[in-house]
């Protein structure tokens, strides 16, 4: 049963940081590209950051020397480091294992007050 679960979500205020995890199991980790994307209330589920087997990253423009990804295949867990956070960064995370298919986590709640 593969299973990806989120946690570091909340309530954080603009320029705060928070760290969210997701933590795999039923998958070999270390072979899968990870990513972490943001659904914002009314709006289209868009990618936020990736990072492959080999730990290339990637980021969308607007999180670009904000967030940090990384992955540590021996926990079989990928984090997403959020510095100096926005009110716009505010919806929900979620986190996606792809391989051969892809899964997806439950998706964790993330609100930047202003």
Same mark, same amino acid.
């Given at each position: 049963?593969?299973?990806?679960?989120?946690?570091?979500?909340?309530?954080?205020?603009?320029?705060?940081?928070?760290?969210l995890s997701c933590a795999?199991?039923?998958?070999?980790?270390?072979?899968?590209?990870?990513?972490?994307?943001?659904?914002?209330?009314?709006?289209?589920?868009?990618? /936020?950051?990736?990072?492959?087997?080999?730990? *290339?990253? %990637? @980021?969308?423009?607007?999180?670009?020397?904000?967030?940090?990804? !990384?992955?540590?295949?021996?926990?079989?867990?990928?984090?997403?480091?959020?510095?100096?956070?926005?009110?716009?960064?505010?919806? /929900?995370?979620?986190?996606?294992?792809?391989? *051969?298919? %892809? @899964?997806?986590?439950?998706?964790?709640?993330?609100?930047?007050? !202003?």
């Amino acid at each position: 049963q593969v299973q990806l679960v989120e946690s570091g979500g909340g309530l954080v205020q603009a320029g705060g940081s928070l760290r969210l995890s997701c933590a795999a199991s039923g998958i070999i980790f270390s072979n899968y590209l990870m990513g972490w994307y943001r659904q914002a209330p009314g709006k289209q589920r868009q990618l /936020v950051a990736s990072i492959t087997d080999g730990s *290339r990253t %990637n @980021y969308a423009d607007s999180v670009k020397g904000r967030f940090t990804i !990384s992955r540590d295949n021996a926990k079989n867990t990928v984090y997403l480091q959020m510095n100096s956070l926005k009110p716009e960064d505010t919806g /929900v995370y979620y986190c996606r294992a792809t391989f *051969r298919s %892809n @899964y997806w986590g439950q998706g964790t709640q993330v609100t930047v007050s !202003s």
